[in-house]
């Protein structure tokens, strides 16, 4: 079968056409600290968490892949533990609870203020069985290091490729 430049082409336009994959719910659940340097937390260290919270959240739905939904109102639930990082299931239910469908998990392991490690796991909210888990570690307790090792975490773990989390 001999191939014209127009039915090159129609493989090429039919995907073009395809409808475009719908965005998985997310909830980006706030990011803790483990402090084990004995150095106790900061007003700057729960500011960093918080950058940090917000920096996965806007990463996530930049890409279009992932639709963030308020972690609002389970704040008060989570709060009253045990901690997600420590509870898997209680982040997933958070998740189901909220109508999303993959629950993100973030700790910050602080060794001491030069050795830091960023950990992330990502939930099924239906199953709270593990999609993906990864980690950074970043040198610096500053908000420069966290948010690089975030933005690192984002381009080249969490949303490496169209398998990424999925």
Avoid: F
Wanted: net charge positive; with cysteine; hydrophobic share 45%.
């Amino acid at each position: 079968m001999r191939l014209t430049r127009r039915t090159a082409w129609l493989p090429l336009l039919l995907s073009a056409a395809a409808p475009a994959r719908a965005a998985t719910t997310i909830l980006v659940l706030d990011p803790e600290l483990r402090d084990t340097s004995g150095e106790g937390e900061t007003p700057a260290q729960q500011r960093r968490l918080a950058m940090i919270g917000e920096q996965l959240r806007k990463g996530l739905a930049a890409s279009g892949r992932y639709s963030p939904v308020d972690p609002a109102p389970q704040r008060a639930r989570l709060a009253a533990g045990p901690a997600p990082g420590t509870c898997p299931s209680c982040a997933a239910e958070a998740a189901a609870a909220l109508g999303a469908q993959l629950a993100l998990v973030t700790v910050v392991h602080k060794v001491s203020n030069l050795i830091l490690g960023i950990h992330i796991v990502m939930l099924d909210a239906a199953s709270g069985e593990a999609r993906g888990a990864w980690q950074a570690d970043i040198r610096g307790n500053t908000d420069e290091s966290w948010r690089h090792g975030i933005a690192w975490l984002l381009r080249h773990r969490l949303l490496a490729g169209p398998e990424a989390g999925h």
